[in-house]
């Protein structure tokens, strides 16, 4: 069974910087792509930042320049390092795995969520 879980989350003040951790188990090989989406309260859930395997990587604008994301493919493991933290980054992050199979087919594979607070 595969299992993505997550770690680092917590409270912080505007300004500091947190790091977030995935690891995902009950895998074999490589996932494809790695990634953290988040979701706030009243808000759909949106794309933070994703790596694939060769290491090219995306971020949505507004936290270009201040989130950074890396991954350790032999571990399938994934990080996000978060700087410049602001009230509105405050969400739930979930980690999200990847992998598409012959045929084009999708899988797709999340963690449980961990909570980041930014107080003002």
């Known amino acids: 069974q595969v299992q993505l879980v997550e770690s680092g989350g917590g409270l912080v003040q505007a300004g500091g910087s947190l790091r977030l951790s995935c690891a995902a188990s009950?895998?074999?090989?490589?996932?494809?792509?790695m990634g953290w989406y988040r979701q706030a309260p009243g808000k759909q859930r949106e794309l933070v930042a994703r790596?694939?395997?060769?290491?090219?990587?995306n971020y949505a604008d507004p936290v270009k320049g201040r989130f950074t994301i890396s991954r350790d493919n032999a571990q399938n493991t994934v990080y996000l390092q978060m700087n410049s933290l602001k009230p509105e980054d405050t969400a739930v992050y979930y980690c999200n795995g990847e992998r598409t199979l012959v045929g084009g087919v999708r899988l797709q594979y999340w963690g449980q969520g961990t909570q980041v607070t930014v107080s003002s």
């Open positions: 009950g895998i074999i090989g490589r996932l494809d792509a």
């Open positions: 790596i694939i395997t060769g290491g090219s990587t």
